[in-house]
């Protein structure tokens, strides 16, 4: 698996992997704790999935549906843009930054339907979470196990007046913030920040446009 071609579709499988060994019944996600966050929204996605077959099929619109409502709240997609787009964030004018925010919570959405046809038997360990009561950013670690070898998966999460967030993941130990990162600059030194803004959405266009592979 090359990673620079999957890490977006991780970045929207990752809480479905997990789900695949949670609870499939639909317990209140615990919001206290970083980790009970992640348990809890993995477990909501599973029962949703497990319930609708045309998510299963990789219905874009209703992939699109299920993951607005459960997932994207608990995400923090303008701090992951801004983190990614480094330095030129603030070269950006605040129309840009929200073009940028919507069209990158776009791009990673719209994976949903071709990945959803990878999740089969996998099963997840949590490793035991590293953080003191008083910390404000921390990493739920994870080992997704399958066919093949074992995958490391880890979530960065923040905590904001609106409880934990989920603004970073990490694959094989490349962060995807990280990676992309690299691309933005490299569209930017290019065609400037309304070149990116069109680079994503052309790729947006591409995406809705394409039909999902099972």
């Not at 603030?90 to 990945?115: M, W």
């Not at 609106?162 to 030194?189: C, H, M, P, T």
């Amino acid at each position: 698996m090359k990673i620079r071609q999957h890490l977006t579709s991780w970045f929207a499988t990752s809480c479905l992997l997990l789900a695949v060994n949670a609870s499939a019944q639909n317990a209140a996600i615990d919001e206290s704790t970083p980790n009970g966050l992640i348990k809890g929204i993995v477990s909501e996605v599973m029962a949703s999935i497990k319930a609708d077959p045309e998510i299963q099929k990789g219905n874009i619109p209703r992939v699109v549906d299920l993951v607005e409502k459960k997932i994207v709240p608990y995400t923090d997609m303008r701090r992951t843009t801004e983190m990614s787009m480094g330095p030129n964030w603030k070269k950006a004018t605040p129309e840009q930054q929200a073009q940028l925010v919507s069209e990158f919570k776009t791009l990673l959405i719209r994976t949903y339907s071709g990945a959803l046809s990878q999740v089969r038997d996998q099963t997840v360990q949590f490793k035991p979470l590293r953080a003191a009561p008083t910390d404000t950013e921390v990493i739920v670690r994870t080992v997704v196990l399958g066919r093949g070898d074992p995958i490391p998966l880890d979530y960065r999460l923040e905590k904001t007046p609106a409880g934990w967030k989920v603004y970073d993941i990490n694959i094989l130990g490349v962060w995807l913030v990280e990676n992309y990162r690299n691309q933005f600059s490299n569209q930017i030194n290019q065609n400037g920040i309304e070149g990116l803004i069109t680079f994503l959405k052309d790729r947006n266009k591409a995406l809705a446009s394409s039909k999902p592979t099972n």
